[in-house]
């Protein structure tokens, strides 16, 4: 009954942690929620315990803190939506300059809130090189995962692990809709619409990054820091990627 607003944009100074669970109450089924934090010494690790007291989540300090740092805010903004039996869907999630900003749709689907924990993992980090895994917290019938012993050792190092999250695990973008802004942005540049605002080029930029990247794969690696551990020269991204592609790798 108090679901009376199509959009609210939370963009505090530091943590919007403390809004989020009214702002999820307040948003029509449907409704947009936009989302600022910009306390990236909390949510990049440099303050764990703060982080856990604000998002319910340990970060992990690796070349991926920007982007965990989004999957443990969409984390919150989950966990925050079930209690009231709604559920959260990304639009797209971004890391920009010193913050993090996200825009999720949040419905009325008690089923989907009920599956909470299919969308839920951790993160295991070797402590000797590069290498991770997501161990997902659910299975489709919401029955704890059994922990897979050989993950607790480092694979390539044999190092102890440690562990970060829980983070969101699924999409942390609507590629349909990032596809469909982006073509619009692009068609307005090409035709010098009037309307169009004057940071077009970065929108652009950020939206064709985001379309190009694996929507169902959380969490990346570094190519340094892969060639540092294996000692060996840096090639040039573009023909790495281009070897993996020819191999038949997305």
């Not at 982080?51 to 740092?69: A, F, N, T």
């Not at 050792?153 to 983070?167: E, Y």
Request: glycine share 4%; aromatic share 10%; with cysteine.
């Amino acid at each position: 009954k108090n679901a009376i607003f199509d959009v609210v944009d939370l963009d505090p100074y530091g943590t919007a942690s403390l809004f989020v669970d009214a702002a999820v109450q307040t948003i029509k089924n449907g409704g947009l929620l936009c989302v600022t934090c910009t306390d990236m010494q909390v949510l990049s690790g440099m303050k764990a315990d703060t982080c856990y007291q604000y998002y319910g989540s340990l970060p992990i300090r690796g070349k991926y803190v920007h982007e965990m740092s989004l999957r443990i805010l969409m984390n919150l903004l989950d966990t925050s939506a079930s209690k009231y039996k709604r559920s959260v869907k990304p639009v797209l999630c971004l890391s920009i300059d010193f913050y993090v900003r996200v825009f999720v749709r949040v419905f009325d689907v008690p089923k989907e809130a009920v599956n909470i924990c299919q969308r839920r993992g951790y993160v295991l980090q070797s402590t000797k090189c590069p290498s991770f895994f997501i161990h997902p917290l659910a299975n489709s019938k919401n029955k704890a995962i059994e922990l897979n012993g050989e993950i607790l050792k480092c694979p390539q190092t044999g190092s102890s692990m440690k562990i970060g999250g829980p983070i969101w695990t699924d999409p942390i973008y609507d590629s349909d809709w990032v596809r469909t802004l982006l073509d619009r942005m692009v068609k307005q540049k090409e035709e010098n619409d009037e309307n169009l605002p004057s940071t077009s080029d970065r929108i652009i930029m950020v939206l064709t990054t985001v379309s190009e990247e694996l929507i169902d794969v959380p969490l990346f690696y570094d190519l340094q820091d892969l060639c540092r551990t294996l000692h060996c020269e840096v090639p040039p991204i573009v023909k790495f990627r281009s070897a993996f592609l020819n191999a038949g790798y997305r």
